[in-house]
């Protein structure tokens, strides 16, 4: 077979490796726009937590904290729920327990167990930030994206968690 | 005016927060694909990074520098690039420097610039991970979603892009 003039006798991954699949220009305008939003989100959502006190992470652990039984959960539970990795997970809840927003305790059915548990404070203060973090949400993204192309972009992020499972 | 069967007299921005306009169950469910989805894109294309020593704000940074005449660029225009803050990318660039993959100077034209160049190291680093970079985000991004969808994610992300310019 011929590649670029060149003869090659056997596919193989190196024949691979030579021709990159580069994306073409409409799909690198598109890559970049998806690298630019997702920042653009963060940042707003991070600059309109931050006068909670609250960081996105730490968001995002208060309402799973919240919409468990006893409003705790299993650390290695909480890791996969917020996908941080077990050493980034405990640095994390270790700043919301001096916070006052988590405690942990031993797990009573796992000696090497451990459970978070979102306290009254915690609670409190998720219910408080809620409201301003949801307006954030429909601002930064639901309003400006329309019905249509928000449908798409959940397919398209369904796609994505099904290919990386 | 009544709202949930109180007498609301004057709708002010307390009326506002009293009434969060909470995402529906699909909205919800969108939501949390995006995050979720955002995550899983972002661990692949670290973990496929990895093996060249790179992470993807170090990628980026040397994507936008070989971009650029005489592949340098001043910290300030690179730092509104990259979207990292300028301390964040004074030690993404430090780290990098010590990496031998850029190196940075006094600024010719204005005594406090600093400008950051890419290095031939560098550059040959680029050339190296940018086909596997490339391939990573067909599989984890472009591939699975499909072109209509995918173009969806594009205008989806421009908006966001716009509303917060």
Same mark, same amino acid.
């Given at each position: 077979?011929?590649?670029?003039?060149?003869?090659?006798?056997?596919?193989?991954?190196?024949?691979?490796?030579?021709?990159?699949?580069?994306?073409?220009?409409?799909?690198? *305008?598109?890559? &970049? $726009?998806? @690298?630019?939003?997702?920042?653009?989100?963060? #940042?707003?959502?991070?600059?309109?937590? /931050?006068?909670?006190?609250?960081?996105?992470?730490?968001?995002?652990?208060?309402?799973?904290?919240?919409?468990?039984?006893?409003?705790?959960?299993?650390?290695?539970?909480?890791?996969?729920?917020? *996908?941080?990795? &077990? $050493?980034? @997970?405990?640095?994390?809840?270790?700043?919301? #327990?001096?916070?006052?927003?988590?405690? /942990?305790?031993?797990?009573?059915?796992?000696?090497?167990?451990?459970?978070?548990?979102?306290?009254?404070?915690?609670?409190?203060?998720?219910?408080?930030?809620?409201?301003?973090?949801?307006?954030?949400?429909?601002?930064?993204?639901?309003?400006?994206?329309?019905?249509?192309?928000? #449908?798409?972009?959940?397919?398209?992020?369904?796609?994505?968690?099904?290919?990386?499972?």
């Amino acid at each position: 077979m011929l590649l670029n003039g060149k003869l090659v006798c056997y596919p193989s991954p190196v024949t691979t490796q030579l021709q990159p699949r580069w994306l073409d220009e409409d799909q690198q *305008r598109i890559w &970049r $726009s998806f @690298l630019n939003g997702v920042a653009r989100i963060n #940042e707003r959502l991070e600059a309109e937590l /931050r006068p909670f006190g609250l960081d996105l992470g730490e968001y995002e652990i208060l309402v799973h904290l919240s919409e468990s039984p006893d409003r705790s959960l299993r650390m290695s539970d909480l890791a996969g729920r917020v *996908r941080q990795s &077990r $050493s980034r @997970l405990t640095h994390t809840v270790a700043r919301m #327990e001096s916070k006052g927003l988590v405690t /942990r305790m031993a797990c009573p059915s796992d000696r090497r167990g451990v459970i978070a548990a979102m306290t009254t404070h915690g609670h409190q203060l998720l219910v408080q930030a809620a409201p301003a973090h949801v307006e954030s949400v429909r601002r930064v993204l639901v309003d400006p994206v329309g019905p249509e192309d928000f #449908e798409a972009l959940g397919r398209a992020m369904a796609a994505v968690v099904g290919v990386t499972d």
